[in-house]
């Protein structure tokens, strides 16, 4: 569950797709088909319209029967648009996840979306510490600090 929401928000394709078995379709919005066009779908969209996205996920429950697994999924969507209002939207991802050679994966991802709204934005808090992103901004990229290996500070020791 959490390899697509990553891989949609640091625009990481692979990571996306390894969360569905090659032959998954997928129903999101006015999109129904392939989860690989639905990654080219979606991925421009987020592009177009926001500066930062996250996919949240929520509540999780899954009924297994031998290599079949049907689960819901709450989530919360929030995105940073690019005329600097913020979008927030909730709903459930109701999956069928199939385990292939040992591997469990989703096959077939349809989106309720239940609710949305546009909120107030806000300044970034701590945007103007100086060397706030010495250890890496957040990016939509494999630049983001979360793929840096190993993980090291370098920004100075302050107690303020």
Avoid at 8 to 34: I, K, T
Avoid at 105 to 120: F, M
Avoid at 131 to 145: E, L
């Amino acid at each position: 569950m959490t390899r697509f929401c990553r891989g949609m928000d640091r625009f990481d394709r692979e990571l996306y797709l390894s969360a569905f078995h090659a032959d998954a379709q997928m129903a999101a919005g006015s999109y129904v088909g392939s989860v690989q066009g639905c990654y080219e779908w979606a991925q421009p969209m987020h592009e177009a319209g926001q500066v930062a996205t996250h996919h949240n996920i929520l509540n999780h429950t899954v009924d297994i029967t031998g290599d079949s697994a049907h689960s819901e999924t709450y989530y919360l969507f929030v995105g940073r648009n690019r005329d600097d209002s913020n979008w927030i939207a909730g709903g459930r991802y109701v999956d069928r996840l199939e385990r292939r050679e040992g591997e469990w994966k989703i096959a077939l991802r349809t989106n309720l979306i239940e609710w949305s709204g546009i909120v107030p934005t806000m300044p970034l808090p701590f945007a103007d510490v100086p060397g706030i992103h010495a250890n890496g901004a957040p990016c939509r990229s494999h630049d983001d600090p979360s793929y840096q290996r190993p993980l090291t500070n370098r920004r100075q020791r302050s107690s303020q």
